[in-house]
C-alpha cells in the first residue's frame, strides 16, 4: 500500500497537479469493478479469483513504481483499485458461504483488524524502504512481495485455491484440496 508516498511520486513525475488524482485513482477503479460486477456471478472458483486479484494488485502497483509518466501510473492505480475490488468481493462471498455462525463475531473482529492495520502497516513499509533504498524501489519491491505472497499462499492453501463454490464443501477451505 504506497499511498503515504504518493505525493512523492507526483512530484518526482513532475506533476504535482496530479496529486488528488493518485489517491481517487484506486477508489475509481473499485468503482469500475463494482458498476460492472454483474460477470462475478459467472465465477465459482472463488480462491482462484482471490489469487489472481492480488496478484494482479502486486504487479499493478509494481508496474506502478516504474512508470514513466503520470498517466502510466495513474492507469495501473486504477488496475490495482480495480484488483482490489474483485478481491474484496469474492473474500465477502467466501466469508459469507464458509463461516458458521456462532463464528461470525469473533472473525468480523480479526477481518477488521486486517482491514484497519494491514494497509496502514503497508504504507509503514512502504515509507521506511523509501528511506532505505528510494521512492521507486519501495514501491517496485511492495508489489513484487504482494506477488511472492499470492505464490506462497498458493502453493500452502491448496483448498482454497480449489475452492468451487458450486462443489467445495465450506469446512474445508484452506485444508488439503483432496478433500474437496
Known sequence: MPMALFPFV??????????????????????????????????????????IAAGVWGLAIAAFGAAPDIYTALALLVVAGAADMVSGLFRSTIWNQTIPDHLRGRLAGIELLSYSIGPTAGQLRSGVMAGLTGLRPAIVSGGLLCVAAVAACTALMPGFTAYDERTSDPATVGLDASRN
Open 10 to 51: 507526483a512530484d518526482e513525475l513532475h506533476a504535482r497537479w496530479a496529486l488528488g488524482l493518485l489517491y481517487g485513482a484506486l477508489p475509481a477503479g473499485a468503482m469500475l469493478v463494482s458498476l460492472t460486477s454483474g460477470w462475478a456471478s459467472r465465477v465459482h472458483h472463488h480462491g482462484r479469483a482471490v489469487l
